[in-house]
């Protein structure tokens, strides 16, 4: 009976210390197993997980023809991103990557003047972003401190309400190569300084490693 009093007492004590006071249990014991999930990526890597532009194809409709909309209702011309690399993340808020939030920050703030990150919060993966425009971008503030632009939440993936940004993301007959719709939530596309797609990357790759490679 002692031996289970002290048991309990460890386990309550683990999760108060996992508990983020602004985020819920599941959210909490996420972001804590985190580096659990990103160190499966790193030992058994998928032959998917990683795809370049090596060829470097000019894209056949122009990167800077797209618009979006803001999660504060702004419309965004890609054409103000000439000259700037751009990585663009479909986001979620109860997701296992969601801890890439803060990398993807650290990213932002280390390159800002070379660096556009887009992120486009969606609900197509186990409906893990339920939340509406006005609660992402408080739930990324608060727990993320996060200052790059956030779209409106979308549908990414292959369907007749797909973003037209993630049509022209995973559409060879626009971008010149790539045919690969997120696989999971944070999968990331990067666009180079003249609007061509140069590589596609998993939500197993973390954000901090792509412009390093």
Same mark, same amino acid.
């Given at each position: 009976?002692?031996?289970?009093?002290?048991?309990?007492?460890?386990?309550?004590?683990?999760?108060?210390?996992?508990?983020?006071?602004?985020?819920?249990?599941?959210?909490?014991?996420?972001?804590?197993?985190?580096?659990?999930?990103?160190?499966?990526?790193?030992?058994?890597?998928?032959?998917?997980?990683?795809?370049?532009?090596?060829?470097?194809?000019?894209?056949?409709?122009?990167?800077?023809?797209?618009?979006?909309?803001?999660?504060?209702?702004?419309?965004?011309?890609?054409?103000?991103?000439?000259?700037? $690399?751009? *990585? %663009?993340?479909?986001?979620?808020?109860?997701? !296992? @990557?969601?801890? /890439?939030?803060?990398?993807?920050? +650290?990213?932002?703030?280390?390159?800002?003047?070379?660096?556009?990150?887009?992120?486009?919060?969606?609900?197509?993966?186990?409906?893990?972003?339920?939340?509406?425009?006005?609660?992402?971008?408080?739930?990324?503030?608060?727990?993320?401190?996060?200052?790059?632009?956030?779209?409106?939440?979308?549908?990414?993936?292959?369907?007749?309400?797909?973003?037209?940004?993630?049509?022209?993301?995973?559409?060879?007959?626009?971008?010149?190569?790539?045919?690969?719709?997120?696989?999971?939530?944070?999968? $990331?596309? *990067? %666009?180079?300084?003249?609007?061509?797609?140069? !590589? @596609?990357?998993? /939500?197993?790759?973390?954000?901090? +490693?792509?412009?390093?490679?």
């Amino acid at each position: 009976m002692r031996k289970l009093f002290i048991s309990l007492t460890v386990i309550l004590i683990v999760l108060l210390l996992i508990k983020r006071k602004d985020m819920t249990w599941r959210q909490s014991i996420l972001k804590s197993v985190y580096p659990l999930i990103m160190l499966k990526g790193k030992l058994f890597p998928g032959s998917k997980d990683v795809q370049v532009n090596t060829g470097k194809v000019t894209p056949p409709v122009s990167f800077y023809s797209l618009t979006a909309i803001s999660n504060k209702g702004d419309t965004i011309p890609f054409s103000r991103f000439k000259g700037k $690399k751009v *990585l %663009i993340v479909n986001t979620a808020s109860d997701c !296992g @990557f969601t801890a /890439q939030y803060d990398e993807l920050e +650290k990213l932002y703030q280390q390159y800002k003047d070379q660096l556009v990150i887009l992120a486009f919060p969606a609900n197509d993966f186990k409906e893990q972003e339920k939340k509406d425009d006005a609660a992402i971008a408080e739930f990324c503030k608060i727990n993320y401190g996060v200052t790059f632009p956030l779209m409106q939440k979308s549908h990414v993936v292959k369907s007749p309400e797909q973003h037209p940004v993630f049509q022209w993301l995973s559409e060879p007959a626009q971008n010149g190569w790539c045919g690969q719709q997120p696989m999971w939530n944070f999968s $990331k596309y *990067l %666009i180079n300084e003249e609007g061509g797609l140069m !590589g @596609f990357y998993s /939500q197993m790759v973390s954000p901090g +490693k792509i412009l390093s490679e």
